[in-house]
């Protein structure tokens, strides 16, 4: 009788907990956007789990169905989502959404938000934001041409050797692609290279592996803090890919400490440590952000977009014509050249705008109650703008789903920028690498197509899903590749049809 009464006493307080927890839940949020129904602890994860698709398409899904503007509960902890451009653009340049989510795992990646990633709107972000900055443009103006040609004649030579003799050759360029990328990122952070079957190459690789893995785990230990005390493997991916930052970029920031010239900074290291106000965590977590949003985000636009050439060959054409009528004779590519490549600019943003790397780019939140339309957003509460959903809005962009790069050029076929194009974001977080990562792009696309015609595999397989974690990446595939007319080759190819 004892044990009947305390289990019904019991009961009680649990139903009251639950119903004072809803009750409280509701009036803190009666004025938020609408949702689904939302279930008892679980929040709308259930919905998620039950179509299994993609996040970003599935919040693109649930744009159409109940609003470009909603609530979606990951467990008791509530996001709002923006698939609304003009709705996104001014929140972007509000500073009313310049914070970050402080989450566990964020937390655990940059060592307590010591970086810039992950850290919220505060003074010490600011500091940290331009010296990083101005490091950046420094390099771009001193070093980022060497760079840049240095790593990509080394990717086409690489390629022209294992062609020998050959007039042709099919074969998966995600490794090579992925080393050229990693390699410009590296070299500009630490003044080193990797060869092809280094070891620390597979193990960034790896690791960024790892980090995508982590943080599709972030918003479930947001949602249910209770998982938090429970060990998942030590948060699985994430402890996995400190480690291994951790050891590879320590590494390389001791030995920068040794030797560092603060009259001839070799890198950007070198130019983070010539400034006493950041920490040994700060240097070395905003080495990890660069790295991280340098990588991988690059070397999978630059996949897309080879693979969207050899499934177009009339855009293709028009690439090698623009090539072929500015770039004539045998003349280096130079970096004030690339703003004369109006259709190759117009092919890259069209990839991004198709398959944008990030497709929810990094999460924000308000840092106070915001109002916007008819709803009341609290305080710290996250948002997350759908750059897919924006990226393939009809009202728009005119056939989203076709690649298109004609919408980037102008009357005059120069290119243009357009609305609801915001890979990079927009706003007070806007990427730091972007012009970066545009000449990268550019650079690297011209010189490639400079040598090569791509063409689709022999058995015409094409990936026609793509790879969906944090970032977007194709499936491995196979290119057939060969050799165009130049001072060093005899060989040239008809007009693609």
């Known amino acids: 009788m004892f044990l009947l009464v305390v289990s019904f006493l019991f009961a009680i307080i649990v139903v009251v907990s639950i119903y004072l927890h809803l009750s409280e839940s509701h009036m803190k949020y009666v004025k938020m956007p609408p949702c689904l129904y939302r279930y008892i602890f679980l929040g709308n994860i259930p919905y998620l789990l039950k179509k299994k698709t993609p996040v970003h398409t599935y919040f693109e899904f649930l744009s159409k169905d109940i609003g470009s503007v909603f609530t979606f509960w990951f467990g008791d902890c509530p996001a709002v989502i923006i698939n609304d451009f003009q709705m996104a653009k001014k929140l972007l340049y509000s500073k009313e959404c310049t914070g970050r989510p402080q989450r566990y795992t964020g937390e655990m990646y940059s060592r307590g938000f010591k970086g810039i990633i992950t850290t919220t709107a505060c003074p010490a972000l600011r500091t940290r934001r331009n010296i990083a900055h101005k490091s950046l443009r420094f390099l771009e103006n001193t070093q980022i041409e060497e760079l840049l040609k240095s790593e990509v004649n080394f990717f086409i030579k690489s390629i022209t050797l294992r062609m020998g003799n050959t007039d042709n050759l099919q074969l ?46 972030s918003n479930l230990l947001q949602g249910f803090p209770i998982l938090r005390k ?34 001839c900074p070799k890198d950007f290291t070198d130019m983070l440590l010539m400034h006493d106000e950041l920490s040994e965590d700060n240097v ?14 690059v070397a999978s636009t630059l996949q897309f977009m080879i693979l969207y050439l ?27 050249d ?75 076929r120069e ?3 357009i609305n609801g194009f915001l890979p990079f974001s927009l706003g007070r977080r806007q990427c730091l690498g972007k012009e970066l990562a545009l000449k990268e792009l550019v650079y690297f696309t011209v010189n490639v197509l400079r040598k090569f015609w791509l063409e689709a595999p022999d058995d015409g397989q094409l990936p026609i899903e793509y790879i969906s974690k944090t970032t977007l990446k194709p499936d491995n595939y196979e290119v057939k590749l060969s050799k165009r007319h130049d001072k060093n080759c005899n060989i040239t190819r008809p007009k693609l049809h």
Not at 198 to 208: C, D, G, I, K, T
Not at 236 to 256: G, M, P, V, W
Not at 288 to 296: P, Q, R, T, Y
Request: with cysteine; glycine share 4%; aromatic share 10%.
């Open 415 to 417: 290119y243009k920028s």
């Open 310 to 336: 050899i499934k177009n060959k009339n855009i293709a054409q028009k690439c090698y014509e623009e090539v072929d009528k500015i770039l004539e004779g045998d003349d280096d590519l130079k970096l004030t």
């Open 338 to 412: 690339l703003d004369n490549f109006h259709y190759v600019k117009a092919v890259i943003s069209e990839t991004m705008r198709i398959t944008p790397a990030a497709p929810l780019g990094v999460p924000h939140i308000t840092v106070n109650d915001l109002s916007i339309m008819e709803y009341v957003i609290p305080r710290n509460t996250t948002l997350f703008i759908n750059i897919y959903a924006i990226h393939h809005d009809g009202n728009l962009h005119h056939q989203p789903e076709v690649f298109n790069p004609e919408r980037f050029l102008d009357e005059n």
């Open 172 to 217: 998966d360029l995600s490794d090579d692609v992925s080393l050229m990328s990693c390699n410009l990122i590296w070299m500009l952070l630490f003044n080193e290279r990797f060869s092809p079957q280094s070891e620390e190459f597979a193990e960034v690789q790896q690791m960024l592996e790892w980090l995508n893995d982590g943080l599709l785990l």
């Open 230 to 263: 429970i060990p998942l493997g030590k948060f699985l991916f994430i402890n996995s890919f400190k480690t291994s930052r951790d050891r590879l970029i320590r590494s390389q920031t001791e030995s920068h400490r040794d030797r560092l010239d603060k009259n």
């Open 284 to 297: 070395e977590i905003i080495l990890s952000d660069i790295l991280v949003a340098g990588f991988e985000t």
